[in-house]
């Protein structure tokens, strides 16, 4: 059913910050930046040959957060060859945002199996054997754009099994790959995530794809203080690499013996600090997989 949509709503603004990037740079920014704004895009003015970055804020002080948190980062684009010019922060009417970034998104195959798509687009000529996972982009992190969140659907892919596999996601986000794993059959499921905004839409999500009651256990928790009497057969971690190793023995006790870990939101420059942290004796590296800016593992616990 469609909203309704009163005067004084059509009259708020949203605020959109634009990053030009020099040196044709604009596609490495954008996956290192992305993390900082789900509604980051990639505009290419075709006239001027000029890649620009434009992030989509519903308030003014979420827009200059983005833009204090790139420039913080600006040491780290560098190191990559990256390198940006000024941010510019302008309002526009929220209506014209709310349909603004429909455009740059579409249909992906994810894998043989796996596709995505929002859904106001039809995904045509389906097979039998295609999983479709409908996600709408929000302001919680995945939805099947970035590679991270596309290594973690095939990495959940590759390690589902005929028998029974339960499944734990740290750090949920968008609930993505929750309804990958009970669509691809893993069951019981849990998952996490710090921030409660991101619980209440893996919770829209996950009903949207009709499997929100195969998820046992859905709640907000910081990894670093959440324990659990079970134990999974695959847990997944696609965060940041500095929570991911400082949180090693936590995550690695909701993991069975046997059980498969996989761990993505890691960059290119912090490989070697995953495999050393997750080496023998306690893991043994089964999958990797990279893009040449980003990374993910799969390892088995010993």
Not at 40 to 58: A, H, M, P, R, V
Not at 91 to 99: F, G, L, M, Q, T
Not at 117 to 142: A, H, Q, T
Not at 255 to 275: D, F, N, P, Q
Request: hydrophobic share 35%.
């Amino acid at each position: 059913m469609k909203k309704n949509v009163s005067v004084s709503e059509k009259n708020e603004k949203s605020y959109i910050c634009r990053l030009e990037t020099l040196e044709g740079s604009a596609e490495a920014a954008w996956e290192i930046l992305i993390p900082l704004c789900e509604h980051l895009t990639l505009l290419n003015d075709f006239e001027s040959g000029q890649k620009s970055l434009i992030g989509y804020f519903e308030s003014r002080k979420n827009a200059q957060s983005f833009a204090d948190a790139v420039s913080e980062q600006r040491s780290i684009l560098e190191t990559h060859g990256i390198r940006i010019g000024p941010l510019k922060i302008k309002s526009i009417r929220r209506e014209d945002w709310s349909e603004a970034w429909k455009k740059y998104f579409k249909v992906m195959k994810i894998s043989s199996r796996l596709i995505v798509k929002p859904e106001w687009l039809e995904y045509k000529n389906r097979k039998e054997n295609d999983i479709v996972i409908e996600i709408n982009p929000g302001m919680s992190f995945g939805t099947g754009k970035h590679p991270t969140t596309q290594f973690c659907l095939k990495l959940i892919e590759k390690s589902r099994k005929k028998q029974t596999q339960s499944c734990a996601d740290i750090g949920c986000g968008s609930g993505i790959l929750l309804i990958a794993a009970a669509k691809l059959g893993y069951h019981p499921l849990l998952g996490i995530d710090n921030d409660a905004e991101a619980i209440e839409t893996s919770k829209e999500n996950l009903a949207r794809n009709d499997v929100l009651d195969r998820v046992g256990f859905l709640k907000t928790a910081n990894i670093a203080d959440f324990s659990s009497k079970s134990k999974f057969d695959l847990v997944v971690a696609n965060i940041l690499s500095t929570p991911i190793i400082e949180n090693k023995e936590r995550i690695s006790s909701l993991l069975k013996t046997g059980g498969t870990l996989i761990l993505s939101g890691i960059m290119a420059s912090e490989e070697k600090k995953i495999r050393d942290s997750f080496g023998a004796p306690d893991f043994v590296e089964d999958k990797f997989l990279s893009d040449g800016n980003w990374v993910a593992f799969s390892f088995v616990k010993t």
